[in-house]
C-alpha cells in the first residue's frame, strides 16, 4: 500500500472538487486515507458525495478560497 496506517491520515487537497485535485483525492481515498476537500466551487458539495457513494471513505468538504489568506486561516 502507497500510505501504510492510512486511516490515521488525513489529507487535505486544495481544488478537490474536479481535475487533478478529485483525482488525487480518489487515489488516496482508495488508499484509506480520510480526505478534507478544500474548494471554492460551487461542485464541491457533488464532489464529497459522489467520492463518498464511489469510494465509501470519509470525505470532508470546506468551501475555501485558498488565494484568501483570512479564508486559510478560519
Known amino acids: 500500500a502507497m500510505l501504510a496506517g492510512a486511516g490515521a491520515i488525513l489529507l487535505v487537497v486544495t481544488g478537490g472538487a474536479s481535475g487533478i485535485g478529485r483525482a488525487s483525492a480518489a487515489a488516496f481515498l482508495a488508499e484509506g ?23 465509501g471513505g470519509e470525505v470532508l468538504g470546506f468551501p475555501c478560497d485558498i488565494s484568501q489568506e483570512s479564508a486559510v486561516q478560519a
Open 33 to 55: 486515507a480520510r480526505v478534507a476537500l478544500w474548494d471554492c466551487t460551487p461542485r464541491l458539495e457533488d464532489a464529497v458525495a459522489d467520492l463518498q457513494q464511489k469510494t
